[in-house]
């Protein structure tokens, strides 16, 4: 069940805005389509980030794919338990963010909350 207490894209990636910082991830049905997390290819601090656009690289034992920014602007901190430990992601995506990203432009027009999300996975 996705949590309500973030928005949702159509590529499966969540975000949680607080305040000027958009914490982004991997949902739980992206995760699952994965298979077994092995690899997670952070961005940097301080890198720019395009909404819509790659800024992070999920590889698992299946297939490896890239994760779409819900925002523009510069990432202000990266998730390091992930750098050791990807399988977090398998084991809880809602609880594990990827990015931090301090961002200045959002399209909220764009992302789906909790109810639609499910409902766009169900028809998916």
């Given at each position: 069940?996705?949590?309500?207490?973030?928005?949702?894209?159509?590529?499966?990636?969540?975000?949680?805005?607080?305040?000027?910082?958009?914490?982004?991830?991997?949902?739980?049905?992206?995760?699952?389509?994965?298979?077994?997390?092995?690899?997670?290819?952070?961005?940097?601090?301080?890198d720019e980030t395009v909404m819509g656009e790659s800024y992070?690289?999920?590889?698992?034992?299946?297939?490896?794919?890239?994760?779409?920014?819900?925002?523009?602007?510069?990432?202000?901190?990266?998730?390091?338990?992930?750098?050791?430990?990807?399988?977090?992601?398998?084991?809880?995506?809602?609880?594990?963010?990827?990015?931090?990203?301090?961002?200045?432009?959002?399209?909220?027009?764009?992302l789906m909350n909790a109810d639609e999300y499910e409902k766009f996975c169900a028809e998916e």
């Amino acid at each position: 069940m996705a949590p309500n207490d973030r928005k949702y894209t159509r590529d499966h990636e969540w975000v949680m805005v607080e305040g000027s910082i958009a914490k982004m991830g991997i949902t739980v049905h992206a995760a699952e389509a994965l298979g077994d997390i092995v690899y997670v290819e952070l961005p940097a601090v301080g890198d720019e980030t395009v909404m819509g656009e790659s800024y992070c690289v999920v590889e698992s034992v299946k297939a490896s794919s890239s994760v779409y920014s819900a925002v523009t602007g510069k990432v202000v901190e990266v998730n390091e338990e992930l750098d050791g430990a990807p399988e977090k992601l398998n084991e809880d995506a809602f609880a594990n963010f990827i990015a931090a990203v301090e961002f200045t432009e959002i399209n909220e027009d764009e992302l789906m909350n909790a109810d639609e999300y499910e409902k766009f996975c169900a028809e998916e």
